[in-house]
């Protein structure tokens, strides 16, 4: 099956600093989603991106729809120590389709 | 908010058993998944079930078989239990036509 490349594989920042990842596929998607995974627990939906160009925040989270349909990325502003986890993306060709799921990026914040 | 319930967080099984994890939705979703997830390759379908009694294999079927005879239930099934086995299985459902799938908490599954 095929896979995101998502990047960064791991990230550790400061608290208070501003975060950036990103997915890439070698298809074009309809839909790109973007999860967050809390240790010990399943993963948590943060943003729906549903249109090209789309740019959708959630708090202090901003997601984008990237124009080729091909990519998508995510940003969190401010960092805090709860935004500690692991994120993902995933995307699919329609809405029937399955969901492709990226590697995930792990997320440290230390104080 | 959609709730969806897997019946065991931290399971030990024995190589050669036979092994059920369980999966209740509580929204009425005609669609429900099964995954693995493992270090450094995200998560992984393994079968997913588009309506009762209906089953669609994934990515990576072997080893598994699914059942679905309610509309809230989805059961994966390993139907003999190797150590290659051990991982975090994730379930989720979603509506029929709506993208966004909503997880449970996972079970991490042992083989010894």
């Known amino acids: 099956g095929q896979q995101l490349n998502q990047s960064p594989q791991s990230m550790f920042i400061q608290e208070g600093e501003d975060v950036s990842m990103n997915c890439t596929s070698s298809?074009?998607?309809?839909?790109w989603l973007w999860y967050k995974q809390d240790p010990g627990e399943g993963p948590v939906l943060l943003i729906a991106?549903?249109?090209?160009?789309e740019l959708t925040s959630n708090g202090r989270l901003t997601a984008q729809f990237g124009i080729t349909r091909k990519d998508s990325f995510l940003n969190i502003s401010a960092s805090i120590p709860s935004d500690v986890g692991i994120y993902f993306c995933?995307?699919?060709?329609?809405?029937?389709?399955?969901?492709?799921f990226g590697t995930g990026t792990r997320l440290q914040v230390t104080l | 908010d959609v709730k969806v319930t897997q019946s065991s967080r931290y399971l030990v099984k024995r190589t050669g058993e036979k092994v059920f994890l369980e999966c209740v939705q509580d929204?009425?979703?005609?669609?429900m998944f099964w995954y693995r997830q493992d270090p450094g390759l995200g998560l992984r379908l393994i079968y997913f079930?588009?309506?009762?009694?209906?089953?669609e294999k994934g990515d990576i079927p072997e080893g598994y078989s699914v059942s679905r005879e309610k509309k809230e239930r989805f059961s994966l099934i390993l139907e003999s239990a190797s150590t290659n086995q051990t991982s975090m299985y994730l379930c989720?459902?979603?509506?029929?036509?709506?993208?966004?799938?909503?997880f449970g908490d996972g079970t991490r599954l042992s083989i010894l």
């Open positions: 298809s074009i998607f309809n839909t």
């Open positions: 989720a459902s979603r509506q029929q036509g709506e993208q966004p799938q909503h």
């Open positions: 995933a995307g699919n060709t329609g809405t029937a389709s399955k969901l492709t």
């Open positions: 929204m009425d979703h005609e669609n």
């Open positions: 991106l549903y249109k090209a160009g």
């Open positions: 079930s588009y309506d009762v009694k209906m089953k």
